[in-house]
């Protein structure tokens, strides 16, 4: 099996250098960024509701305080920013999502000063992922040897994290976070000026900034003119919270590669471990017909592993169960001076793969850095333009990890068809194998190595190593067959992802010009 592995991954690398060319060929020619198309909802009338002296009392108008909005609000108010941030709801949201935290994403929190916001909430450490496949588990550990001790996943409450975030924003004296609902962004002769916003009381208010960032989450209602909105909805996740219960690798994400979608796990407290189970399509069966109980007794239940499937069943009779749509966008946004986007209202990823808050935190350091020279913000459309290199400069990381997400969900999906049956079969055992063959597609996974030609060599050496189990020792013209299907559905899978992503932003970001602006 190594030899055939290793054989696979030599050939990968030919294969996918051609792969990558032909397909790079083939394609017409990547989307350019385009003139910004800017309808917003609200017209704006001459110095309307500014202050005295007609300028803005803040820098930066934050839409939204969860993940990213939180993180940027402290992130900017650190670098001396006057920021406003306008958030629906400021109690502790209490959700199934952002609660794997990957070790790239706390990279980046320590990046940002904000390490201490998974301390005093009782997250734990997570080492790496145990695979699951027909009654056989590998365990995956994250290449972490080379880091300071304390860099490992976390796993927590996302509420708690987010209530961390917030008030540690909130703590600086620049940084001011209030409750209200941002109806609509205000537009001024293609320029967004600022928010309309409804109070908690119902007061309708206007803000003014030179520059908006709107973080309003998957549910995104501003995102409509500032980018194209391209989502997709594969599954949805079902939530369960398990109760004292040990995981059979602790300190580890758990996935199951179940029928007909996987199941995950991982500890979100020192008592409780989540539970997300994947519902392929956009329908999950009724909670309150009791239909989804019978779901997950006849159909997960069963494929669940021995030392948790009471405390599972438990938690399917407790009752509290929630569901959460899966969604997937790629980036496309239309630069609009005065705005930009942020966190999921800008791009999503199928979140198999625990990327979503790693991707808002990367950028938001891109972000960061592009912004420190630039004392002033008030010229919109030379920042816009300025701006435009952030979306370059973000897609190592950001492709890497969204290429990876809808990849291996696709693989990890049970299938009738044999060739994909076989790739899935082909990925379990390659990552079974250990060594360069577990530790690069996990650190591709975890953020702490994102390389998009990394992954895609990765991907095709899966299929290869899969061709390769059929063809030895010794081939049939159906096994052949197979093969052959195995690789165009390999390709089948990947390179729509690849498109969407932008091939020359994500495997040849030093072509694109923008990729060079500077402040001016
Ligand atoms: C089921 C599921 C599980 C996931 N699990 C993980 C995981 O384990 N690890 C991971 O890294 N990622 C995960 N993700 C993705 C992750 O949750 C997101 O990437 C992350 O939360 C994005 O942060 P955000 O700030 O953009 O959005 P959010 O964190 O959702 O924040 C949006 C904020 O905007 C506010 N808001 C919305 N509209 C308005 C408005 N009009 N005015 C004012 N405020 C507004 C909301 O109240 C909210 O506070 C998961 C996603 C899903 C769907």
Redesign the pocket.
């Known amino acids: 099996m190594v030899d055939l592995g290793l054989s696979g991954s030599l050939l990968v690398v030919v294969l996918g250098f051609v792969a990558v060319f032909c397909f790079f060929i083939g394609r017409s020619k990547s989307k350019t960024d385009g003139s910004a198309t800017s309808t917003t909802t609200t017209t704006l009338y001459n110095g309307e509701s500014r202050s005295k002296d007609g300028t803005e009392d803040v820098d930066i108008i934050i839409?939204?305080?969860?993940?990213?909005?939180?993180?940027l609000a402290h992130t900017l108010g650190k670098e001396g920013r006057r920021v406003k941030v306008?958030?629906?709801?400021l109690t502790e949201?209490d959700?199934?999502?952002?609660?794997?935290?990957?070790p790239g994403?706390y990279l980046k929190l320590q990046e940002l000063g904000l390490e201490d916001c998974v301390e005093k909430i009782d997250a734990q450490r997570v080492f790496g992922y145990a695979l699951f496949k027909d009654g056989k588990s590998t365990r995956l550990s994250y290449p972490l040897e080379k880091f300071h001790s304390d860099v490992s996943g976390r796993?927590f409450h996302?509420g708690r994290f987010?209530q961390r975030m917030r008030e540690k924003a909130a703590a600086l004296p620049n940084v001011k976070l209030e409750q209200?609902?941002?109806?609509s962004l205000l537009e001024e002769k293609g320029i967004i000026r600022g928010v309309q916003?409804k109070t908690k009381s119902g007061e309708e208010l206007k803000a003014y900034a030179p520059l908006t960032v709107v973080?309003?989450?998957?549910?995104?209602?501003?995102r409509r003119t500032l980018c194209d909105p391209k989502v997709e909805v594969p599954s949805?996740?079902v939530?369960l919270v398990l109760e004292n219960c040990q995981l059979p690798h602790e300190n580890h994400g758990h996935v199951i590669l179940a029928d007909p979608s996987p199941i995950l796990f991982?500890p979100i407290s020192s008592t409780e471990v989540r539970c997300?189970v994947d519902v392929p399509g956009q329908k999950v069966p009724s909670i309150s017909n009791g239909e989804m109980a019978k779901y997950l007794k006849s159909v997960v239940a069963p494929q669940v592993p021995p030392e948790i499937k009471d405390a599972f069943i438990a938690a399917i009779d407790k009752g509290n169960i929630r569901t959460?749509?899966?969604?997937s966008m790629p980036a496309a946004p239309h630069p609009t001076p005065g705005a930009l986007l942020?966190?999921?209202?800008?791009n999503?990823?199928h979140?198999l793969?625990?990327?979503?808050?790693?991707?808002?935190l990367s950028d938001i350091v891109v972000l960061r850095d592009l912004l420190k020279p630039l004392r002033d913000l008030n010229d919109a459309s030379t920042l816009c333009r300025y701006l435009e290199s952030f979306y370059t400069l973000r897609k190592p990381v950001a492709s890497t990890i969204n290429t990876l997400a809808g990849a291996l969900y696709k693989v990890f999906c049970a299938s009738p068809d044999q060739a994909r049956k076989e790739m899935r079969e082909a990925c379990f055992d390659y990552l079974s194998l250990g060594g360069v063959f577990s530790e690069g597609p996990v650190s591709l996974l975890s953020g702490l190595n994102p390389r998009p030609l990394s992954l895609v060599c990765h991907f095709f050496a899966v299929a290869i190593f899969g061709v390769g189990r059929l063809l030895l020792p010794f081939p049939s013209p159906k096994r052949i067959w197979i093969g052959a299907r195995l690789i165009s559905s390999a390709s089948a899978i990947i390179f729509p992802i690849i498109k969407a992503e932008g091939v020359r932003q994500m495997f040849f970001p030093a072509t694109v010009p923008a990729y060079y602006r500077k402040p001016s």
């Open positions: 839409v939204g305080a969860g993940v990213a909005g939180a993180a306008i958030e629906r709801d949201p959700r199934i999502v952002g609660e794997l935290l990957q994403g796993s996302n987010i209200g609902t941002v109806t916003y973080c309003d989450g998957c549910f995104s209602n501003l949805c996740f939530g991982y997300l959460m749509p899966n969604r942020m966190g999921d209202a800008f999503m990823r979140p793969t625990g990327g979503g808050m790693t991707v808002a």
